[in-house]
């Protein structure tokens, strides 16, 4: 196993991530516990210290069974990390609640990792106002009486709300959890995320490295073109050695479902097996080819904003387009979206194509909203 310090911890640089444990008929609420308990003896063996789950996982099961999991070792033997789910606008005058209770259901008197869960659009400013929630408050009152050991937030937002959440309380932060790997580098702004958290001297925790599993499976193309330079190279494994790479990455999240996962994963953080320039350079293009299906090539140029007559961030939701056309769907789209006023979101669209006049690009904007529209319901 790989292992990066961070400040007086050896961590793993593989993270067990609880949030797609074995399930049992299918239900995501119904945790194969056997299963899950001998994952956990797996990861132990291979040398995994650092354990993460959340509130909501598996419709708020995952805390306990790996509260049940990792009560069998040694408390000093790994690092427990949970968040705060502020996804959730019902929990957000619930902290001293909801912690108490992580606290019971994980079976331990002190959190080695606790984070403000889920940063962004929706909730940022909920997050902010500590006067109504007292959750930055309370969470630091936990961090100096020791039950909270390392303080920090997980952030699926974008820039500005990653800005605004550092400008508040980056002083405080000790990390932060990213989605990042080698697609959302340029489709969620990955590299601008890191390089700002690497200003505030931050270091990143990873989630969805595999983005939900499509970076295990590829084209023929594409494998082909990994394969020509590392043939013993699993794919999956591509998507880890990409992380390897950055710097600034501490802990890779994995979410792994069964033994042979896991297995797989282990034996990739066996060794530390960078990407040289040519083998970043053929990912980045297998990202761009991968990319071009089903999203529109907007460059950010911003030409349109100042043709609209309802003033829409055009760029932005068109980037909010892609993601839900890449994803098929998902939360992220929806999320930040709903954070607009109604006259803001692509349904307010007037359909004028003024926009589409300047657009360097000839991207049929107004029918993009529109099905856009029609994509959200």
């Known amino acids: 196993m790989i292992y990066r310090t961070f400040q007086d911890c050896r961590l793993s640089a593989l993270g067990f991530g609880?949030?797609?444990?074995?399930?049992?008929?299918?239900n995501d609420s119904r945790i194969d516990e056997a299963?899950?308990?001998?994952?956990v003896d797996t990861a132990m063996r291979g040398g995994i210290n650092y354990y993460d789950t959340a509130w909501?996982?598996?419709g708020e099961n995952s805390e306990r069974v790996m509260g049940k999991a990792l009560a069998r070792y040694p408390r000093d033997s790994f690092f427990l990390a949970t968040k705060f789910p502020g996804y959730d606008p019902a929990n957000w005058g619930k902290v001293e609640e909801i912690f108490e209770a992580q606290l019971k259901k994980l079976?331990?008197?002190?959190?080695?990792f606790y984070l403000f869960h889920n940063v962004c659009e929706m909730n940022i400013d909920a997050y902010l106002d500590d006067e109504k929630y007292g959750i930055y408050r309370y969470l630091m009152e936990q961090k100096r009486n020791g039950r909270i050991r390392h303080l920090g937030f997980s952030c699926h937002?974008?820039?500005?709300?990653?800005?605004?959440?550092?400008?508040?309380?980056?002083?405080?932060?000790?990390?932060c959890q990213l989605q990042l790997n080698y697609l959302d580098w340029t489709f969620q702004h990955g590299r601008e995320k890191v390089e700002l958290l690497k200003e505030w001297k931050m270091p990143v925790w990873v989630?969805?490295?595999?983005?939900?599993?499509?970076?295990?499976?590829?084209?023929?193309?594409?494998?082909?073109?990994?394969?020509a330079l590392r043939p013993e190279e699993e794919i999956p494994a591509w998507a880890f050695r990409f992380l390897q790479s950055i710097p600034e990455v501490t802990v890779v999240l994995s979410g792994m479902s069964d033994e042979a996962q896991l297995k797989k994963n282990?034996?990739?953080?066996?060794?530390?097996?960078k990407l040289n320039d040519e083998e970043m350079q053929a990912l980045m293009d297998v990202a761009g080819r991968m990319l071009s299906v089903g999203t529109v090539p907007c460059t950010g140029c911003h030409y349109c904003v100042s043709h609209c007559p309802m003033s829409l961030d055009i760029p932005h939701l068109l980037s909010l387009y892609n993601e839900h056309a890449y994803t098929g769907g998902g939360f992220i789209a929806p999320m930040a979206l709903s954070a607009l006023p109604a006259d803001k979101k692509p349904s307010a669209c007037l359909q004028c194509r003024s926009c589409e006049q300047v657009c360097p690009q000839q991207i049929r904007i107004s029918e993009v909203l529109a099905d856009f529209s029609r994509k959200l319901g």
């Open 18 to 26: 609880a949030m797609r444990l074995p399930i049992l008929d299918g």
């Open 157 to 175: 937002g974008d820039m500005p709300v990653l800005r605004r959440f550092l400008e508040a309380y980056g002083k405080d932060m000790e990390f």
């Open 35 to 39: 299963a899950a308990l001998q994952m």
């Open 266 to 273: 282990l034996a990739t953080f066996a060794e530390d097996r």
């Open 207 to 227: 989630m969805e490295p595999l983005r939900g599993g499509k970076l295990a499976r590829l084209s023929q193309e594409n494998e082909m073109a990994l394969k």
């Open 107 to 112: 079976n331990v008197t002190y959190f080695d």
């Open 56 to 58: 909501g996982y598996h």
